[in-house]
């Protein structure tokens, strides 16, 4: 059984910085893609970013590219997401999701675990 833990979100102000970290417990991480979503309210949730286990393959949805930067410790089980030059639609709760079998791309079906959320809030 794995768990799955966000933390690093918060309140800043556009153009600003924040670093989410998602630390995995349970089964091997080191064989998991790893991915993130977020969700803001009244919207459906949506693919952001995904790292599979030895980090050469990389995907980010495009509103995200050249500011948000996915990267891995797989011995400290844990996934990061760099987000710089945030706008106000990134406000949303992002959550981390592991693809035990290594397959996840941007479909949420395709992860097996999720993490509870950290919320995220850009102003102005």
């Known amino acids: 059984q794995v768990q799955l833990v966000e933390s690093g979100g918060g309140l800043v102000q556009a153009g600003g910085s924040l670093r989410l970290s998602c630390t995995a417990s349970?089964?091997?991480?080191?064989?998991?893609?790893m991915g993130w979503f977020r969700q803001a309210p009244g919207k459906e949730r949506e693919f952001v970013a995904r790292i599979n286990w030895s980090s050469d393959t990389i995907y980010y949805e495009d509103s995200v590219k050249g500011r948000f930067t996915i990267a891995r410790d797989n011995a400290k089980n844990t996934v990061y997401l760099q987000m710089n030059s945030l706008k106000p639609e990134d406000t949303a709760v992002y959550y981390c999701?592991?693809?035990?079998?290594?397959?996840?791309?941007?479909?949420?079906?395709?992860?097996?675990?999720w993490g509870q959320g950290t919320q995220v809030t850009v102003s102005s």
């Open positions: 349970g089964g091997t991480f080191g064989d998991y893609a």
């Open positions: 999701a592991a693809s035990i079998m290594g397959w996840g791309l941007r479909n949420m079906r395709e992860y097996d675990y």
